[in-house]
């Protein structure tokens, strides 16, 4: 069997085997065109340029390979914070753990229920992100999510909320194989902070298609759940207007393969986005890569990527940023920075930075860089009574702080900060 025929057989017998589901004739003129996107791609494969350090074969392979269930008598993330919490299932919204669907300053459906109506605004949103976030870089397992899931939530944001929305998602069964698409539509003058949590299923795939309008903000801090078997493939699909912001958080502790790609553009002139990522990776059986793609087509527009990495036993992580900054996008600062962190000989950080200008006033760095803990800092630490381990786990924290510090919120930077101390010292 050619390597062609077999990319076709996996990518036929991943879409086989969800089954489509039949709404709205617009949701499903939708679903049935991102069908068609994800077979003309096919799935990914070690041969696509932006699969070459990530073998995705665990997350397409049928069915999933079992995740056993992690067990956790921690306090749920984000329980000290004032929101409205929503649980999925194994990827299904189970209502009766959830809260009721309101939220002051903005409208809460469930996706099931907003594709079921023949007139709803979703129509101009849903999947219209994911399609445009397929060029220049083909993106099929998002792809995949918009023409088969069911689940999600559909939010429309139309003043600035006091609330955070937390999503919780909870893993119950081994063989759970779960598709979510969520979609955020921030309106004009209108401000929102999306909380998720939890990993999901034994296999999740997640699209989240955020619209933020001119003058508005949209805040995001998500963290992946600890199932030391779980997969994730994650997609965000951001669109800034002007002067509005988008800032995004992701903390990922454990996992056997956790692929986060996040798609941002500017379409809007004078606005700044933020992605960043800490990540703590434990064994040969971690791998974890972040894949981010930033598209600056305005004038006088900010954009950040922050992620560090701390990695050990083997572990793995990838980063894979880019910048492409169009011939009209003037004034554009765009700052990348990707670091590893190497507890052992026998971990690896792979990094990719990219950037790509067309305009000539402009501001874009990168900078990459991986190494090792720091001997003089443990023993200066050492000598004035500190023990190596807590010396390590100080230093570790240390070097996670500055993506975990682009979180605008001080309690939510700090819960993040505690509970990852609280990981740190049980392992």
Not at 17 to 28: G, K, L, R, V
Not at 73 to 98: A, C, H, W, Y
Request: proline share 3%.
């Amino acid at each position: 069997m050619n390597s062609l025929t077999g990319k076709k057989d996996i990518s036929d017998s991943l879409s086989d085997y969800f089954n489509q589901p039949f709404a709205s004739s617009w949701a499903n003129d939708i679903r049935s065109a991102a069908l068609v996107t994800y077979k003309s791609f096919g799935a990914p494969s070690k041969r696509d340029e932006y699969w070459k350090y990530t073998n995705p074969n665990k997350l397409t392979v049928i069915p999933t390979e079992p995740a056993a269930l992690f067990s956790n008598d921690e306090t749920p993330m984000f329980s000290n914070i004032d929101r409205v919490k929503i649980v999925f299932v194994d990827g299904v919204l189970d209502l009766n753990q959830s809260d009721d669907l309101m939220l002051e300053g903005a409208i809460i459906e469930s996706l099931a229920d907003a594709t079921s109506k023949d007139i709803h605004w979703a129509k101009d949103l849903f999947g219209t992100l994911e399609k445009n976030g397929q060029k220049p870089v083909k993106r099929p397992l998002a792809a995949l999510n918009t023409a088969m899931a069911e689940q999600g939530l559909v939010i429309r944001i139309t003043d600035k909320c006091k609330k955070p929305l937390a999503i919780r998602y909870i893993h119950n069964s081994e063989t759970s194989d779960a598709l979510v698409h969520n979609i955020v539509k921030v309106e004009k003058n209108a401000e929102f902070t999306l909380l998720e949590s939890g990993a999901g299923a034994a296999r999740f795939n997640s699209v989240l298609e955020v619209d933020v309008a001119d003058n508005a903000s949209f805040h995001h801090i998500r963290t992946q759940g600890r199932d030391h078997e779980r997969k994730t493939v994650t997609h965000i699909f951001g669109r800034l207007g002007k002067e509005s912001i988008f800032k995004s958080f992701t903390m990922t502790v454990n996992g056997i393969l956790t692929r986060n790609d996040a798609v941002l553009e500017f379409n809007g002139d004078n606005a700044k986005a933020t992605v960043a990522g800490a990540t703590a990776g434990d064994g040969e059986s971690f791998h974890h890569d972040d894949t981010v793609f930033i598209t600056h087509d305005a004038v006088n527009c900010e954009s950040r990527q922050v992620f560090k990495k701390v990695l050990r036993n083997g572990a793995t992580g990838v980063f894979q940023g880019k910048i492409l900054v169009k011939a009209d996008a003037q004034k554009t600062d765009g700052y990348q920075i990707s670091q590893g962190l190497l507890l052992d000989d026998n971990s690896n950080f792979l990094a990719k930075p990219e950037l790509e200008i067309y305009a000539d006033d402009v501001a874009c760095s990168h900078g990459s860089t991986v190494g090792a803990i720091d001997e003089d800092a443990i023993f200066y630490l050492i000598s004035r009574g500190v023990p190596r381990k807590q010396a390590q786990d100080m230093l570790v924290l240390a070097f996670l702080a500055e993506a975990i510090d682009e979180i605008d919120s001080t309690d939510l930077a700090d819960d993040i900060n505690n509970r990852l101390a609280a990981w740190m010292d049980r392992r």
